[in-house]
């Protein structure tokens, strides 16, 4: 049986490859030790090693160095995700570190079982979700998720645009949903359906709206409709500071992933 640590890393790969699958300029690569992506954007977000099983401490030191080559060949900030569970994390660690690589941060990834789940928030005056269906709709998302995440000039641009093609057309993979307070779009999120797993995603609010319980009724909301279609379990990361807002929702802390810098 696979691990709940290990469905929270497929999603996120699969979900990355379906981003990269309608990007040409980023590069999607499996090899059997790692799993990664590289673009010629200069944001660490479009160059990434998502996963890494190497065992050997020497072949572990090798491939970190030879992907931190092609990185910096390319002249871009790129980042690493290491997994606990995974064969040879502590070595990895050794390894990014000899070659450079600071961690800069530590992400928790999350997980609900959605059989039988149910929710009941406090009500929000004058709050509705919508999704979008519509490319000129995305013009709500542009609003209100590049920035919240760092996203700023064409990396910002490109991220509308992935996000745009992978929810647009007839098999949509991504169903993004936006949160209107006021009469405004004020909240974002993303749900990402890979078989029987929903991946929660881009969850951002503008800053004059937060602390009003926003993106949990918006999570919530993206969470009934997976279940609805079928989903069985919803998967996430967070940063510390957000943690609470899912653990409200019933998610637990499953797998501490770390984040390297290069």
């Known amino acids: 049986m696979t691990s709940i ?9 699969a979900m990355r490859e379906r981003m990269s699958g309608v990007c040409p300029r980023i590069v999607f690569e499996r090899t059997p ?17 998502l996963a890494y099983s190497g065992t050997s401490p020497e072949d572990v030191l090798d491939d970190v160095g030879r992907f931190a080559k092609r990185y910096r060949a390319r002249k871009v900030p790129f980042t690493w995700l290491t997994w606990p569970h995974e064969p040879g994390a502590a070595s990895l660690a050794e390894a990014l570190a000899a070659h450079g690589l600071d961690k800069v941060d530590e992400v928790s990834g999350m997980s609900l079982s959605l059989a039988g789940w149910t ?11 919508r999704p979008i269906r519509t490319r ?6 542009r609003e209100i998720v590049p920035d919240r995440f760092g996203f700023h000039g064409e990396a ?3 991220l509308v645009r992935i996000n745009e093609a992978a929810a647009m057309g007839r098999h ?8 209107f307070a006021d009469g405004r779009p004020a909240a974002a999120a993303t749900a990402f359906r890979d078989g029987e797993t929903i991946g929660i995603y881009n969850v951002a609010t503008l800053d004059g709206y937060r602390r009003r319980g926003l993106g949990t009724a918006l999570t919530a909301h993206a969470l009934r409709e997976g279940q609805a279609a079928g989903a069985r379990l919803a998967v996430l990361q967070s940063s510390r500071m957000g943690e609470g807002v899912y653990r409200s929702l ?7 992933i770390g984040v390297y810098l290069g």
């Open 5 to 13: 640590q290990e469905r929270i890393k497929q999603n996120m790969v």
């Open 33 to 49: 030790r790692a799993i990664r992506h590289e673009s010629d954007l200069p944001h660490p977000v479009y160059n990434r090693v």
């Open 136 to 141: 000129a709709e995305m013009a709500w998302f």
């Open 172 to 179: 949509p993979a991504f169903r993004h949903y936006v949160g």
């Open 119 to 129: 929710y009941e928030g406090p009500a929000i005056p004058g709050f509705t979700v």
């Open 156 to 158: 910002a641009d490109v």
């Open 250 to 256: 019933g998610f637990g802390a499953d797998v501490a």
